[in-house]
């Protein structure tokens, strides 16, 4: 009997002891109150093909789908769609109380999914289907979680909102590490897939807000382009699209970057007037002076082709001021603004919010991030 007694106290001490500390991976203990909304949950796979192999008919291109559903009731008139960056998933969305869960405050319908050929979404595995990382630990720290500490670019000294340490060994960190998954080199089969199948989910649920983090802007633009009237409003945050070039690290000029996305904003086609047939048809120069605190950006010269079926959305970005993106995401800005795009850029900085990463969606003031996305949907609705 006392000893008996002695274990159970043992017992409650340490369940009591586990769950003093719920961050990062530690919240999965069952002790652990759940910080997210009170939602119902459901999920899909929408669209996709059969491809027919030796071994039997296979599905591809099919795309991963949570439905979210407030409690309380849905009380917006039109859904938003939650769409992961480079790297990562729609686990994302949840994580302490997620970005997702701020939306089910706001009684909107939320969708997350995760993006053809990235986590339980679904792209052709051809010969040449080559994956390739998420992210490395040192990626993240100096690009994203702790810019500040190896000065990684002239804004990273104002990144104050990450939570935890941002380093290796800080329970916050490794659990979001944990989160970069690999993903596919041949972003021409997942534009494809997501063109195909992020249209046939927009038919489903009618016109909707998207949400896209970082490169994840790549499918909200090319679904614009293809079915308009499904797509009420593309919001990006820190969009990674940046008109046909990628920017690596600190440095000026061309070094440091690489040509990408031929088509000006993406890897495939997408509708232009003049119509052209192929991406070399359109002709760009660098326009701007270059420093690290504020990069040249490509602009279209000579003929200027307009993004026609683009143009019919409306589109905003939204960037953190301690950003590497706040030197570059003007490039975005004002090739959409060339090509007939009627654009919107909201500076956190300007709304009074302060020291957000790239992944400012994530930090500590995530709510007032989501409060500024849902103010621009009700004026947008
Ligand atoms: C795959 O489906 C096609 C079309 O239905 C069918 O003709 C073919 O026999 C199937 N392949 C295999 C291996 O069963
Ligand atoms: C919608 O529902 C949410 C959550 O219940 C509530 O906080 C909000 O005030 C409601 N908004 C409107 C416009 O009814
Ligand atoms: C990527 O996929 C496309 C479409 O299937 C294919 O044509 C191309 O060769 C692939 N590229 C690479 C580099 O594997
Ligand atoms: C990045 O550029 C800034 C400004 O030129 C410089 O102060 C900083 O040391 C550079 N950081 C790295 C990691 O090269």
Redesign the pocket.
């Known amino acids: 009997m006392i000893f008996s007694a002695l274990f159970n106290l043992a017992s409650v001490a340490s369940v009591a002891f586990a769950a003093a500390d719920c961050t990062g991976i530690n919240a999965v203990a069952p002790q652990c109150v759940s910080q997210e909304a009170l939602h119902y949950r459901d999920f899909f796979y929408i669209g996709g093909r059969y491809v027919a192999g030796a071994a039997g008919n296979l599905t591809y291109d099919q795309l991963y789908v949570e439905k979210l559903t407030p409690a309380a009731g849905v009380n917006q008139s039109k859904p938003v769609v939650l769409s992961h960056g480079g790297g990562t998933s729609g686990v994302v969305s949840h994580n302490r109380k997620g970005f997702a869960s701020h939306f089910l405050d706001y009684g909107y319908q939320v969708y997350i999914i995760d993006q053809t050929s990235v986590g339980r979404g679904s792209a052709e595995d051809l010969d040449d289907y080559v994956m390739r990382i998420g992210s490395t630990a040192e990626i993240t720290e ?1 690009g994203f979680t702790a810019p500040e500490l ?5 804004q ?1 000294q104002q990144h104050t909102q990450w939570p935890g340490s941002g380093v290796k060994g800080d329970s916050v960190f490794d659990a979001f590490e944990s989160t970069f998954i690999p993903l596919t080199s041949n972003l021409t089969i997942q534009e494809l897939s997501m063109r195909s199948s992020g249209c046939q989910l927009l038919s489903l649920i009618g016109p909707s807000f998207l949400i896209s983090h970082s490169i994840g802007a790549l499918h909200p633009l090319l679904l614009s382009n293809d079915c308009p009237a499904l797509v009420a409003g593309n919001i990006n945050l820190e969009p990674g699209n940046i008109p046909f070039q990628s920017y690596v ?3 000026t000029s061309s070094v440091g970057r690489t040509s990408a996305r031929p088509w000006g904003m993406t890897n495939t086609h997408v509708t232009y007037e003049p119509a052209i047939s192929d991406s070399s048809e359109l002709t760009y120069e660098l326009v701007g002076d270059d ?3 504020k990069r040249s950006c490509y602009m279209q010269t000579g003929t200027i082709h307009k993004l026609t079926e683009i143009a019919k959305v409306k589109y905003v970005a939204l960037t953190g001021s301690a950003s590497p993106h706040i030197t570059y995401e003007h490039c975005v800005i004002d090739f959409l603004e060339q090509a007939g795009v009627a654009t919107e850029w909201i500076k956190l900085a300007d709304k009074g919010i302060v020291g957000n990463g790239h992944f400012g969606y994530l930090e500590k003031n995530s709510p007032q991030i989501a409060g500024v996305v849902h103010e621009w949907i009700q004026s947008n609705c």
């Open positions: 100096k190896t000065n990684a670019y002239p990273s690290g600190n440095t420093t690290p605190a």
